[in-house]
C-alpha cells in the first residue's frame, strides 16, 4: 500500500492493526490518496477471506472493536475486479473502463463517509428500484434472491421512517446484500449485509431489518467518541428498532427480551458504566440496558420532545462524533428540559430501580377502592410509572410520580379490579418484587 497527498508530504505508520497516516502540513482542505492491493489472507473480525477466487471482502478503516475513526470525509474510489464481479462501495458508481479481463469501477461518494468498506462478490445477483425519493439495490445469492421484492419494500418504509425521525437518507442509494460466512448481519456506510442464513431466519420471524439499517445513522451519520463510545452509541441506536416496530404495530423482536431477561439477572455489581464499555462486554449489557434508557426518557419527556431531541442530535452532528456530555446537552436543548436526572440516575449508576409492589382493592360504598404501594429497595431514582387497573371491561391505565422511598397512590374504580399491573407497557427496564396484597 501507497499514500500520497496533493497538499504535503505524508508518513505512514502501521501499528496493532492500524495505519496511521501523518500529513506533515496538514490544511483545512487536502487530499489522500491510497493505493491498496489486494492479497490472500483473512480479516481480523468477521475471519472471511479478505480475497478469494469468488468475493473481496474489505474492512478499510475499520476498526470495529474499538472504533476510533471519528474523522468524516469525502471518498472516491477505484477498484479493479474481475469482469464477473459485482461490487460495493460507498457512493454512486461514476464510471467502469475495461482492462484485459478486468474492469475498474470508480465510486464518488455525494457526502461524507466514515469507516468505509468495500465488497464484491462474483455469484451475486444486482436488482435495482427507486421508490420515491430513494435509488435501492440488492446483490443476493441465488438462493436469497426470492426476498428481494419484501426487502425493496421493508427497507423503504424503515428508511423512510428514520429519515422522519433523525433526518434524511444520508448515503446516495441503500444497497441490501448477502455474504457468505458473516456472523449474522452486519452495517455499512450505505448498505446492509446479511449472511443468507439469517437473512432466512430475519424474513421469516418479522420480515424486515430495522436494526442494521437503523445503524446508518446511529453509527456512520454520527456515532459517540470516547471511552466505551461504540458499545453505547449502538446501545442507544436499539431504540430506533424498537421505536420502528412500536410506532408500525409490529411486535418486538423476541431478542429484546431475552437481552432484558438476562441483563436483569446479573447482579448490580456486574454491571458497567458507560465508560466503562469494552469490546467484549456481554451483549447483554449494551443491548439489554441501554435501548431501555432511551425508552425512559422518550416516556419522561413526551413523543414531541423527544422527537425534537433527535432531530437537532443529528443536524449539529451530521458527519461528526459527539461525546456523552455534548449528547446530554443536545437533547435537553432538543426537549426543553433538563435531563440532569437521566444522567446521574441512569448513567452514572450501576444497575436499574429495584421495585417492591402491593396493591389493594376493596369494595367502598358504590365503587371500588384501589391502593398501590411502591417501595424502592435500594438507590431512588424519579419514575415515571404507569399502573394498570383491569376490569372486565378493560385495562384502565393511570399515570403516576415514583420520587420516593415508598409511594402510595389511591385510585377510585366503578368495576371490580381483577388485576392491578405495575408499568403493563413495560417502559421501565426495573427489577420487580410482589408482595403478597392484603386480604
Same mark, same amino acid.
Given at each position: 500500500?501507497?499514500?500520497?497527498?496533493?497538499?504535503?508530504?505524508?508518513?505512514?505508520?502501521?501499528?496493532?492493526?492500524?495505519?496511521?497516516?501523518?500529513?506533515?502540513?496538514?490544511?483545512?482542505?487536502?487530499?489522500?490518496?491510497?493505493?491498496?492491493?489486494?492479497?490472500?489472507?483473512?480479516?481480523?473480525?468477521?475471519?472471511?477471506?479478505? !480475497?478469494?477466487? #469468488?468475493?473481496?471482502? &474489505?474492512?478499510?478503516?475499520?476498526?470495529?472493536?474499538?472504533? @476510533?475513526?471519528?474523522?468524516? %470525509? $469525502?471518498?472516491?474510489?477505484?477498484?479493479?475486479?474481475?469482469?464477473?464481479?459485482?461490487?460495493?462501495?460507498?457512493?454512486?458508481?461514476?464510471?467502469?473502463?475495461?482492462?484485459?479481463?478486468?474492469?475498474?469501477?470508480?465510486?464518488?461518494?455525494?457526502?461524507?463517509?466514515?469507516?468505509?468498506?468495500?465488497?464484491?462478490?462474483?455469484?451475486?445477483?444486482?436488482?435495482?428500484?427507486?421508490?420515491?425519493?430513494?435509488?435501492?439495490?440488492?446483490?443476493?445469492?441465488?438462493?436469497?434472491?426470492?426476498?428481494?421484492?419484501?426487502?425493496?419494500?421493508?427497507?423503504?418504509?424503515?428508511?423512510?421512517?428514520?429519515?422522519?425521525?433523525?433526518?434524511?437518507?444520508?448515503?446516495?442509494?441503500?444497497?441490501?446484500?448477502?455474504?457468505?460466512?458473516?456472523?449474522?448481519?452486519?452495517?455499512?456506510?450505505?448498505? !446492509?449485509?446479511? #449472511?443468507?442464513?439469517? &437473512?432466512?431466519?430475519?424474513?421469516?420471524?418479522?420480515?424486515? @431489518?430495522?436494526?442494521?439499517? %437503523? $445503524?446508518?445513522?446511529?453509527?456512520?451519520?454520527?456515532?459517540?467518541?470516547?471511552?466505551?463510545?461504540?458499545?453505547?452509541?449502538?446501545?442507544?441506536?436499539?431504540?430506533?428498532?424498537?421505536?420502528?416496530?412500536?410506532?408500525?404495530?409490529?411486535?418486538?423482536?423476541?431478542?429484546?427480551?431475552?437481552?432484558?431477561?438476562?441483563?436483569?439477572?446479573?447482579?448490580?455489581?456486574?454491571?458497567?458504566?458507560?465508560?466503562?464499555?469494552k469490546g467484549n462486554t456481554p451483549q447483554d449489557i449494551v443491548h439489554?440496558?441501554?435501548?431501555?434508557?432511551?425508552?425512559?426518557?422518550?416516556?419522561?419527556?413526551?413523543?414531541?420532545?423527544?422527537?425534537?431531541?433527535?432531530?437537532?442530535?443529528?443536524?449539529?452532528?451530521?458527519?461528526?462524533?459527539?461525546?456523552?456530555?455534548?449528547?446530554?446537552?443536545?437533547?435537553?436543548?432538543?426537549?426543553?428540559?433538563?435531563?440532569?436526572?437521566?444522567?446521574?440516575?441512569?448513567?452514572?449508576?450501576?444497575?436499574?430501580?429495584?421495585?417492591?409492589?402491593?396493591?389493594?382493592?376493596?369494595?367502598?360504598?358504590?365503587?371500588?377502592?384501589?391502593?398501590?404501594?411502591?417501595?424502592?429497595?435500594?438507590?431512588?431514582?424519579?419514575?415515571?410509572?404507569?399502573?394498570?387497573?383491569?376490569?372486565?371491561?378493560?385495562?384502565?391505565?393511570?399515570?403516576?410520580?415514583?420520587?420516593?422511598?415508598?409511594?402510595?397512590?389511591?385510585?377510585?374504580?366503578?368495576?371490580?379490579?381483577?388485576?392491578?399491573?405495575?408499568?403493563?407497557?413495560?417502559?421501565?427496564?426495573?427489577?420487580?418484587?410482589?408482595?403478597?396484597?392484603?386480604?
Amino acid at each position: 500500500m501507497s499514500v500520497t497527498s496533493d497538499a504535503s508530504p505524508v508518513t505512514v505508520e502501521r501499528a496493532e492493526g492500524a495505519i496511521n497516516v501523518l500529513v506533515e502540513k496538514p490544511t483545512t482542505d487536502f487530499e489522500l490518496t491510497f493505493q491498496v492491493r489486494g492479497v490472500p489472507g483473512r480479516s481480523g473480525d468477521e475471519d472471511l477471506e479478505i !480475497v478469494s477466487d #469468488s468475493s473481496l471482502f &474489505l474492512l478499510w478503516s475499520d476498526r470495529f472493536y474499538p472504533i @476510533d475513526f471519528n474523522d468524516w %470525509a $469525502l471518498l472516491r474510489m477505484r477498484i479493479k475486479l474481475p469482469e464477473n464481479f459485482n461490487v460495493v462501495a460507498p457512493g454512486r458508481l461514476l464510471e467502469t473502463q475495461r482492462d484485459n479481463d478486468r474492469i475498474e469501477y470508480t465510486f464518488q461518494t455525494s457526502a461524507p463517509v466514515v469507516c468505509f468498506s468495500v465488497l464484491a462478490d462474483s455469484r451475486w445477483i444486482k436488482t435495482e428500484k427507486r421508490i420515491r425519493f430513494l435509488r435501492m439495490q440488492t446483490y443476493l445469492y441465488p438462493e436469497s434472491q426470492k426476498f428481494a421484492g419484501r426487502i425493496f419494500s421493508s427497507s423503504y418504509d424503515v428508511v423512510a421512517f428514520y429519515s422522519q425521525i433523525y433526518c434524511l437518507y444520508p448515503f446516495d442509494r441503500f444497497t441490501f446484500v448477502t455474504i457468505k460466512n458473516l456472523h449474522a448481519r452486519r452495517a455499512f456506510p450505505g448498505f !446492509v449485509a446479511y #449472511s443468507p442464513e439469517y &437473512l432466512e431466519k430475519e424474513m421469516t420471524a418479522t420480515g424486515h @431489518d430495522a436494526h442494521e439499517t %437503523a $445503524l446508518l445513522w446511529w453509527d456512520y451519520t454520527t456515532r459517540g467518541m470516547g471511552p466505551g463510545a461504540f458499545q453505547w452509541t449502538e446501545g442507544f441506536g436499539d431504540y430506533a428498532e424498537l421505536l420502528y416496530d412500536e410506532t408500525r404495530g409490529k411486535l418486538m423482536p423476541s431478542i429484546f427480551e431475552t437481552f432484558r431477561a438476562k441483563y436483569l439477572a446479573r447482579p448490580p455489581e456486574e454491571d458497567l458504566l458507560y465508560y466503562e464499555l469494552k469490546g467484549n462486554t456481554p451483549q447483554d449489557i449494551v443491548h439489554g440496558k441501554f435501548p431501555w434508557l432511551m425508552r425512559v426518557m422518550q416516556f419522561v419527556v413526551g413523543d414531541a420532545p423527544f422527537k425534537n431531541a433527535m432531530a437537532l442530535l443529528f443536524y449539529d452532528y451530521r458527519f461528526r462524533a459527539f461525546s456523552m456530555d455534548e449528547l446530554v446537552s443536545v437533547l435537553e436543548k432538543g426537549s426543553g428540559q433538563s435531563l440532569k436526572w437521566w444522567r446521574e440516575e441512569w448513567l452514572e449508576r450501576r444497575g436499574v430501580p429495584a421495585i417492591s409492589f402491593k396493591y389493594d382493592a376493596a369494595r367502598d360504598k358504590s365503587d371500588y377502592k384501589v391502593t398501590v404501594v411502591l417501595r424502592q429497595v435500594g438507590p431512588v431514582y424519579h419514575l415515571p410509572m404507569e399502573i394498570g387497573i383491569k376490569t372486565a371491561k378493560g385495562l384502565r391505565i393511570e399515570k403516576v410520580n415514583v420520587n420516593s422511598q415508598e409511594s402510595t397512590f389511591t385510585f377510585r374504580s366503578v368495576d371490580q379490579p381483577e388485576e392491578v399491573l405495575l408499568d403493563p407497557n413495560r417502559w421501565i427496564i426495573m427489577r420487580t418484587t410482589y408482595e403478597k396484597s392484603a386480604e
